[in-house]
Structures are given as structure tokens and as C-alpha cells.
């Protein structure tokens, strides 16, 4: 066998060499994969999903659907969200699925869309903050906050604040953050410059994501304990949901990169259905229903980085972001 390889030339050996490793991590992939298998109906219930349009949000919002919840697809581009829903009715034939605009990389867009839904909803059982880009470029957004951490954090963490006495008052909740195993990229956090414009090692855009989803597992946590004294009701748990074939190469830089990286992601990623797995479980699980202020991976509690685990840079992240997003203290809900 081996002298038979030995003879190919050395371009078939190449790309035997990596089919086998691909293919290899596939398989891996597939046996560690975590499958969420609770039958339970949410009948009832009402769910906001960001990002809902494409990818993980997407798989998501069908599934909660499919077990008849009320869905609100929180999306930034009206015509994406409208093609979504419909996809959605005709795949499992529930009519209880609506769309609201939302640009979380704009404070005036998510406090309207937070308003809307204080109006219009009785009771939010289920939200799941999923939503999240990554850029090639760092920009400042109208609210002069850097772009990705807007997008990723700061969006998410005004609209939770702003729903959060709505999920209160229903009583049992669940929230749920769409964070990344990207969230050990950073050896630290500098919260007086969260613009990354002192340190050009802190400006590195990748970097910048993996703080983002950092920032995500910190405010989860910190909310968490800040929710403790209403019980194990509400739970809040962040989420890695592995390395999912979705659009998010679409912020990959030059087009024959992002072309060819779309072409043979499918060979080493989990596929959008298998990558929504964790989230429907911290959504749907009866076995999490108390449990607080973890991150998950697989449908498993998972470690998380030394940083992440830093209760007082959580406390003192809450603290900057509740300034920079301008929440007010009547907005306040803990
Ligand atoms: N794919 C992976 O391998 C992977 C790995 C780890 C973590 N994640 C996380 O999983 C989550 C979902 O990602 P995905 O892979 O499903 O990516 P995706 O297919 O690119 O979907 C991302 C969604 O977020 C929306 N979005 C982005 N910026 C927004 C903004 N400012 N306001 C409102 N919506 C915004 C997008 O809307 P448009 O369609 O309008 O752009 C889209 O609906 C993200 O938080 C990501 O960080 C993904």
C-alpha cells in the first residue's frame, strides 16, 4: 500500500494527504457533535432571535417553529428577513413568525425595536442574542463605538437591558448569548480604550472579534449573578456553536479567498442545522432549566479562557457599558 502511494505523483499525494485530514476532522466533528434531542413543544412561548435571517439564527428560529413558538426574527435588512420568515412558515407551517427591524450596530435602532416590543408583547420567554459580523476593517459606528464591538456587544447588551423587565414580569426565562471559542484570542481586556486606539496590537481586526465574543461570556456571567435574586427562573448561559458552514465568510478578505474558503468549508464544518444544536438546547432543555451563568459547547458545559472567568473585570465591563450605551437608571432592572 505504501509503496503504491509512494508511486503517485506528488500533487496526488498532496491531495490525498489533505482529503485525509479533512476527512479526518470531519469525522471528529461528527462523532463529538452535540445534538440537542428534547421533544419539547413551546406552544405559548415567545422567542426573540437576532440575526434570525441566515446561518445559526436561521436553523434556530425553524426549530423553536417547529415546536410552535411564537418567533420574532430580529434582523437588520428587511427584504433578507422577509425571503426568512416566509422559508420558515412554509418549512414548519407555523404562521407565528414575525419580523422586526434591527441594527445593533446603531443604539437609536435597537431602543425603537426594544419599544415595539414592550408594546406589542406580553411576555418574552426565550431571547437569543446571535447575531454577530466580523469586519476587515475597523470603523466607528454613528454612535462612535467601534463597529464589530457594537454589532456583538454593546447592541445586545442595551437591548437585553431594555427587554429585561418584560422578561421579569414573565417569570421563567431563558437568555441566551451566541459567543466563540474566539474569545481566547485576547491575553486582555482594556476597557478604557474599547475604540482599540492606544495599542495597534489590540487594533488587530481578528483580535478585536475574539474580544467581542469575550465580552459576550463576561456580560453573561455578570448578568447572571445580577439575577440571582430572582431564583433559578431567569438563566442566562453563553454559547460556542463550533466551526459552522454559514455566511460568516462573507467578511473574509479578496473574493477568490472567500470563494474558495466557501467552497470547501462544508469539508471541516458543521453544517448551519448542526451548528444551531447548543443554542435550541439552552432554549429548550429541560436538564438547564437552573442552570446560570455557564458556557456551553456540543450541548456541554465547557471551559472557558482565564479571562473569561474574571468576575471583576465582568462587574467593571457591565459598568463601562451601561455608560457608553447611555442606559438610563430607570432602565435598570437589578
Ligand atoms: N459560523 C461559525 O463558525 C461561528 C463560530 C463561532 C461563533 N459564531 C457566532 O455565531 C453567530 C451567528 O453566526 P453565523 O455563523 O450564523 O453567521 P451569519 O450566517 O453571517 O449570520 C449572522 C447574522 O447576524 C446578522 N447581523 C450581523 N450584524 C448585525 C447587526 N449589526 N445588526 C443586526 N444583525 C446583524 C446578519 O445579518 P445580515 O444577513 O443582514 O448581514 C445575520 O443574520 C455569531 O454571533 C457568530 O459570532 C459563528
Redesign the pocket.
Known sequence: MLTFLCSLPILWQIGLLISLLLGGFKAYLWYTLGVCTSTKKMSGKTVII?????????ETAIDLAKRGARVIL????PK??AIAKDDIIQETGNKNVVVRH?????LK?VRKFAAEILKSEPRLDILI??????TIEKKLTEDGLEYQM???HF?HFLLTNLLLGLIIKTGTARIIN?????HRMPNRLNLDDLTFDRDPADSKILRI?GV??LC?ILFSKELARKLEPCGKNITVNSL????????????LPYEVFKKIMTAISPLF??S?KE?AQTTIYLAVADEVANVSGKYFCDCKIAKTSKLAKDAGLAKKLWEVSETLVKLKPEERHY
Not at 240 to 251: A, I, K, Y
Open positions: 437576532t440575526g434570525a435571517n441566515t446561518g445559526i439564527g436561521k430580529a434582523c437588520r435588512d433578507k428577513a434591527l441594527d445593533l450596530a446603531s435602532s442574542n446571535n447575531a454577530g459580523c466580523a457594537q454589532s456583538n447592541g451566541v459567543s466563540s471559542e474566539a472579534y467581542t465574543k459576550n460556542h456553536p463550533g466551526v459552522v458552514h454559514t455566511e460568516f465568510g462573507r467578511f464544518s458543521k448551519a451548528g
